[in-house]
């Protein structure tokens, strides 16, 4: 027995056996106790014994003779009412064989052939009431109808036993196969009992396993990719350190690639903290319309170093979600305003409420961005100007971090060219 599925078998038919033979053991206890010495069948019995007797002294053999036409009717053997060497008081047949058959044993069946026969004597003991026929069934007669009984019960437990053990072989092979490395297998499951919610709860471990597993392995793909260029230039500024006139200008510039790096890195820790486990992040009730005022506050200093400002019309709307995750989505979409906005430009922040949405717009008044290129603004490390070196190319992943910060929280984030400029609009769920 090493499978679920034999063991239930074995203990549902162990179960029916043990059913069967308690059954079997308490009706045969009960047909004693009913057919026993002062039960209800003797009783019975003793009373035909006694109107037989008295029809027979009140009316003689013609009454005897209904009478006993009455019970053959009513109970079915054949009756006849004797004395007690045997003959028959209605029409003088002789049934001493009949009352041979039972040997003396009164109120008890006696079998002879396929019939049996039922002796029965009156209380002075001078007349027999003698019952014959095939008995109406026996215990073999319930056999066929106890067959279809098990079979019936058979197919219930194994219907039970194929409706445990299956969902547990479907979790056991998505488990291997998540272990082999599928990380999209999951259970599915819509049982609503214990299994249903084991075959749940593994769904959402692999779904935040599978989140991290991806999100590392997009950390380690980003890096890989993203810091081959910075460091050749590194390694070219330090060899530069060595061999150039100008040491102090080689410093500099090595110092600048260092920070380029270093913010590199911190860009791609924090997209790895926005696509990192769901469970650990701190949800909470906001107030967006302050959150929003918060970051504009912040972030003038950065416009008014680049000759823009903000101009904000806000409304109240309230949010559910990772504080640190909307505000540092919102920044980036702010510092990147403020990083194609025109000097002398205002950068217009917009926050709305509509249809159990909040809905924030930030637009400013540069560039734009090529209509073919509106789709991929949002993909890490992309770059519209295609240069990191230029005076406003960053690392390519501030939007990257906005969209999937956004997303976490069951919203959406899209631009469109406003002609001039750029607008972002983000949507939240409203709490």
């Given amino acids: 027995m090493r499978t679920v599925f034999a063991k239930i078998l074995l203990w549902s038919f162990g179960t029916l056996l043990f059913a069967l033979a308690a059954y079997l053991f308490i009706s045969e206890g009960l047909a004693k106790r009913f057919q026993g010495k002062g039960g209800p069948f003797e009783r019975m019995i003793a009373f035909q014994v006694d109107q037989a007797e008295e029809t027979y002294r009140m009316g003689g053999p013609a009454a005897l003779d209904r009478y006993l036409s009455r019970l053959r009717t009513y109970f079915g053997p054949e009756h006849f009412f004797t004395d007690a060497q045997g ?67 058979a197919l219930l437990c194994w219907m039970l036993a194929v409706n445990i053990a299956s969902p547990l072989r479907a979790l056991a092979q998505t488990v291997d196969r998540f272990g082999r490395g599928d990380l999209s297998a999951r259970v599915g499951s819509q049982r609503r009992d214990e299994i249903g919610d084991v075959g749940r709860a593994f769904d959402e471990m692999a779904g935040r396993i599978e989140t991290l597993l991806t999100a590392e392995r997009r950390l380690l793909q980003d890096i890989s990719h993203e810091l081959r260029s910075p460091l050749a230039r590194l390694s070219f ?56 005022r918060e970051l504009l506050d912040a972030s003038r200093v950065e416009a008014e170093a680049r000759g823009c400002r903000f101009q904000y019309t806000g409304a109240a709307a309230a949010v559910s979600g990772d504080r640190e995750l909307l505000r540092r989505a919102i920044e980036n979409v702010l510092r990147n305003a403020v990083r194609y906005a025109p000097e002398g430009s205002a950068i217009e922040v917009t926050l709305t409420s509509d249809g159990g949405k909040a809905v924030l717009a930030v637009r400013d008044y540069g560039p734009g961005v090529p209509a073919e290129t509106l789709p991929k603004i949002f993909q890490p490390f992309f770059r519209v100007d295609g240069s990191r070196d230029s005076q406003t190319g960053g690392v390519g992943l501030g939007l990257a971090i906005a969209h999937r910060a956004i997303s976490a929280h069951h919203g959406s984030i899209a631009a469109e060219n406003a002609v001039p400029g750029l607008r972002v609009r983000i949507q939240i769920p409203c709490s």
Avoid at 251 to 276: D, F, H
Wanted: include cysteine; charged fraction near 25%.
């Fill in 87 to 153: 003959k028959d008081l209605v029409n003088g047949t002789d049934r001493s064989a009949l009352l041979a058959v039972a040997h003396g044993q009164f109120n008890a069946p006696h079998p002879m052939g396929d019939r049996f026969v039922f002796v029965m004597a009156t209380r002075d003991g001078l007349y027999r009431l003698i019952a014959t026929g095939k008995p109406p069934f026996t215990r073999w007669s319930f056999l066929p109808y106890l067959g279809i009984i098990l079979a019936v019960v």
């Fill in 237 to 292: 500024a330090a060899e530069l350190t060595r061999t150039a006139t100008d040491r102090e200008a080689a410093v500099a510039r090595m110092q600048k690639e260092i920070g380029r790096l270093t913010s590199l890195v911190c860009a791609l820790v924090e997209v790895t903290r926005v696509e990192g486990d769901p469970s650990a992040r701190r949800v909470e009730e906001l107030d967006l319309d302050q959150l929003v």
